[in-house]
């Protein structure tokens, strides 16, 4: 079956690029648009698409309330989002992460990667690139622990070897990578994931990601 996607963004000529793109995919069908939140949120009810591409700043109702609608505990279907940031890193991009998205994409990205961000996202998993993750989280460092605070108690309920996996998953390293850090099967890496996601109550790496730096466990610009 075809991923079901919804393009949001207030500028029609980029949907129309968008659409053009995903259209040319056998196993991506565009399903609706919507120029802000509130329409975004209509549409997710009517169509119920796999996946909505989420721009941030529209008007009447931004991107980070449309996600946490979207996603929240009272959300009509199993939409996943992502969300769309320009070159520079919205501002808000952090809190739509926090608000349930499942990652985030370049505007300007390369239509390949448009396309397997959807795929991927669509397959319940969070589109983390490392690049852009650690650029994120540096450019926010000033607003996030500085790793000198007290470590939160719920990170007494992992292991010292989930610990470690939420860390690499931290600095965005992927579960091939994590596997070849930690001399361990990719199979284990992805194991150890979901344990920490379950015990932490994270829906996905990208907040797994944004725990651990909120937490102060990891530090912005640390290696």
Do not use: C, W
């Not at 009517?46 to 959300?75: C, H, K, S, W, Y």
């Not at 990719?186 to 829906?203: A, D």
């Amino acid at each position: 079956m075809a991923i079901r996607v919804l393009l949001v963004d207030d500028q029609p000529l980029l949907r129309t690029g968008f659409r053009m793109i995903l259209e040319a995919e056998q196993d991506i069908a565009v399903v609706g648009e919507a120029g802000d939140g509130l329409q975004a949120l209509d549409q997710v009810r009517a169509l119920q698409p796999d996946v909505v591409l989420m721009d941030i700043r529209m008007p009447r109702m931004d991107g980070v309330e449309a996600t946490r609608q979207i996603t929240g505990p009272g959300r009509d279907g199993p939409a996943k989002v992502l969300v769309l940031t320009t070159f520079d890193l919205d501002e808000y991009v952090v809190e739509a992460l926090k608000a349930g998205a499942s990652g985030f994409l370049l505007k300007d990205a390369p239509a390949h990667e448009l396309v397997q961000a959807i795929r991927v996202v669509a397959a319940g998993e969070a589109m983390l690139a490392p690049s852009i993750t650690r650029r994120l989280l540096d450019k926010y460092s000033a607003h996030l622990p500085s790793g000198e605070e007290q470590v939160p108690d719920t990170l007494s309920r992992l292991t010292d070897r989930e610990v470690e996996v939420l860390k690499l998953v931290a600095r965005g390293l992927s579960n091939a990578e994590i596997a070849a850090d930690l001399f361990v099967s990719e199979t284990t890496v992805k194991t150890h994931v979901g344990h920490v996601l379950t015990k932490l109550g994270l829906r996905d790496r990208v907040q797994a990601a944004v725990y651990a730096y909120e937490s102060g466990l990891v530090r912005p610009g640390a290696q």
